[in-house]
C-alpha cells in the first residue's frame, strides 16, 4: 500500500499521476503548504526537509520526486516504465532522469523563490537568469525529442516522461512556456492524452494547463 503526501500541482505531481497511471492503490494526503502542514513535526518525522511529495512505501517513507518515479517503475515493472537495464533507451533514461531533477528541477527554484539566493535586491536578476536556464532547457529537450522517436527516453513512455510533463507544466506562465518548442507541444499533448492525466487533475482539483 503507498501513501502519498501532496500538495495540488506541487513536485509531488509527477508521483502522483504515476501512481495513477500504475492503477495501484493509494491513499493520497493532501498537505495545505500555505497553512504550514509540511513543516508539522508529523510530517518532518517522514521528511526532514519538511518538502512534498513523500511517498510511504509498506510503511517506510521516501522523499525526493526522481526517486520515487524510479522507485515504482521498478517495483511495477509490467507497466514499462523503466527501460531494461541492457537496452539503449536505458542509458537516455538514466542521464534525462538526473539532468531533468537536479538541473532542471533545481533551475525552477530560482524562477519561483528569486529572493532566496540574495535577497530581493537581486531578485529580479535570478529570476531573468532561471529564466534563461529553463529556456535552455528546452533547447535541449526539444533536440532530444526529435531523436528519441518521441518520448524522453526513446519511442515508448517511462518515468522520466512524468518528470518531464510535470516540469513543462510548471512553465505555463513563463514568458515563454515549454510549449512554444513544436515537438515539446505535440510530447505534452501525447502525454495529457493519457486518461491518468484526466484523474489527477480530477484528483488535484486542477484546471489549468489542462
Ligand atoms: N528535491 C525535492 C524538491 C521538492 C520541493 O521543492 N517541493 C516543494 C513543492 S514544489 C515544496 O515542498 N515546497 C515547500 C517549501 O519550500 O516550503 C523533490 O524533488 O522532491
Not at 502522483?16 to 495545505?32: K, S, T
Not at 512554444?180 to 484523474?199: C, G, L, Q
Request: with cysteine; net charge negative.
Amino acid at each position: 500500500m503507498y501513501q502519498l503526501y501532496y500538495a495540488p500541482g506541487a513536485a509531488s505531481l509527477a508521483a502522483h499521476w504515476m501512481l495513477i497511471d500504475l492503477g495501484v492503490p493509494i491513499e493520497a494526503v493532501r498537505l495545505d503548504l500555505g497553512a504550514g502542514e509540511h513543516k508539522r513535526p508529523e510530517y518532518l518525522k517522514l521528511n526532514p526537509n519538511g518538502l512534498v511529495p513523500t511517498l510511504v512505501v509498506d510503511g517506510t517513507p521516501v522523499y525526493e520526486c526522481a526517486a520515487l518515479l524510479l522507485l515504482l517503475a521498478e517495483r511495477h515493472p509490467e507497466a514499462g516504465l523503466s527501460p531494461a537495464p541492457d537496452s539503449a533507451a536505458r542509458l537516455a533514461y538514466l542521464q534525462w532522469m538526473t539532468h531533468l531533477t537536479n538541473t532542471v528541477q533545481a533551475t525552477f527554484r530560482g524562477w519561483f523563490h528569486p529572493q532566496e539566493t540574495a535577497g530581493e535586491d537581486v531578485a529580479p536578476r535570478v529570476k531573468d537568469f532561471a529564466r534563461g536556464q529553463v529556456e535552455l532547457a528546452w533547447d535541449r529537450v526539444e533536440a532530444q525529442l526529435a531523436v528519441s522517436g518521441g518520448y524522453i527516453a526513446g519511442n515508448a513512455p517511462s518515468a522520466a516522461d512524468f518528470l518531464a510533463t510535470m516540469l513543462m507544466r510548471w512553465s505555463r506562465n513563463m514568458p515563454k512556456p515549454a510549449t512554444e518548442w513544436p515537438a515539446i507541444r505535440d510530447y505534452v499533448a501525447r502525454m495529457k492524452a493519457r486518461p491518468s492525466f484526466t484523474v489527477l487533475y480530477e484528483r488535484e482539483g486542477l484546471t489549468e494547463w489542462a
